[in-house]
């Protein structure tokens, strides 16, 4: 089994829609991180959060939100999906104890027209 | 602020050649490296990461990469690469004051043809 999964793998949405992508983990990581992957862009950060109560902005958060509903599940949100937030998106984990060994999950394909 | 340059946007090489994937970074402080790889239709796992000692640093899948301060470089290197080697490759940095913070490379493609 997965460690670290992502719902839906695969989103075809239009424009205006809000849409949720959720990420859950059985890592027992206390850290998580939501990205996004752009051709010849490599990955950059959306957010971060530390443990439930610790939320951060990273590079790139305008037009998205997150939601860390318990240690084990993040969520990001779109409330209002444009077509430039067509990409893919990981959520990965990591433990304070082991610096930046972070673990990713599938992604998700998403695509707003 | 730090930075990655991954200057080889795809490398197309040959089963058993050996391979060279470049990376270069900067830092006004001191970081880690580290090298990740994405197979087809999957997330990143990480190959090896620098934190400090030895500048040779070995990871999985027989691939090594050696720290260069002066050049500040973190070259991926195998001596001999599979077809299962073909994948999209980064490079990652963070400096120890801000060790959740991971920067990216764009990516380097390894193809490897039979």
């Known amino acids: 089994d997965a460690d670290v999964t992502q719902t839906p793998r695969n989103r075809i949405t239009k424009t205006g829609k809000r849409i949720m992508l959720e990420c859950s983990q059985t890592?027992?990581?206390?850290?998580m991180y939501w990205y996004r992957q752009d051709p010849g862009l490599g990955l950059r950060l959306i957010y971060y959060s530390f443990d439930v109560k610790d939320i951060n902005k990273g590079e790139i958060s305008d037009g998205y939100s997150v939601s860390r509903q318990a240690q084990a599940k993040f969520s990001l949100s779109l409330e209002s999906a444009i077509p430039n937030q067509t990409a893919l998106y990981f959520c990965?984990?990591?433990?304070?104890?082991?610096?930046?060994?972070?673990?990713f999950g599938p992604g998700t394909r998403l695509t707003v027209l | 602020a730090q930075s990655v340059t991954q200057l080889d946007s795809q490398v197309p090489v040959f089963e058993e050649a050996p391979v060279e994937l470049r990376c270069n970074y900067s830092s006004s402080v001191s970081v880690y490296l580290f090298w990740y790889v994405q197979y087809p239709n999957q997330g990143l796992q990480l190959l090896l990461k620098y934190l400090s000692g030895s500048t040779l640093v070995k990871g999985i899948n027989g691939f090594e990469a050696e720290f260069n301060k002066s050049q500040t470089s973190f070259h991926l290197r195998k001596p001999s690469v599979h077809i299962s080697d073909t994948a999209e490759y980064f490079c990652a940095v963070s400096t120890p004051y801000n060790t959740d913070k991971l920067i990216f490379g764009t990516g380097t493609r390894l193809q490897v043809f039979p």
């Open positions: 990965a984990t990591s433990d304070r104890r082991v610096y930046n060994e972070q673990f």
């Open positions: 890592k027992g990581h206390d850290r």
